[in-house]
Nanobody
């Protein structure tokens, strides 16, 4: 499955932004989807994941209550709604697809990755 993330940008602290990830090439509903982020020089970090049918979600503690992952299987798209943004949320955000059901949190469960989209949160 091919993935294309979009929606990043520059936002002030306290603001909100929604990332999108469009999938193509395979049956989207066969995949759990995840969002990860990475800052240069640091390990890739799990952000959020959602199961194939959207009923199960999982979040990193650092974003719980502020970020919401959702998906539209009819439109082959997964979203990450980010509210109450903080400067420490600044990173390159990537979406990924996993054949493992549930909402996997480990990057090695994901075989397909999209290119990242940059989010910068100014203080």
């Amino acid at each position: 499955v091919q993935l294309q993330a979009s929606g990043g940008g520059l936002v002030q602290a306290g603001g909100c932004l929604r990332l999108s990830c469009a999938a193509s090439g395979r049956t989207f509903s066969d995949y759990s989807m995840g969002w990860f982020r990475q800052v240069p020089g640091k390990e890739r970090e799990f952000v959020a994941a959602i199961s194939r049918n959207g009923y199960i979600t999982s979040y990193a503690d650092s974003v719980k209550g502020r970020f919401t992952i959702s998906r539209d299987n009819a439109k082959n798209t997964v979203f990450l709604q980010m509210n109450s943004l903080k400067p420490e949320d600044t990173a390159v955000y990537s979406c990924a697809a996993s054949k493992r059901d549930g909402a996997p949190r480990r990057s090695y469960d994901y075989a397909s990755w999209g290119q990242g989209t940059q989010l910068t949160v100014s203080s």
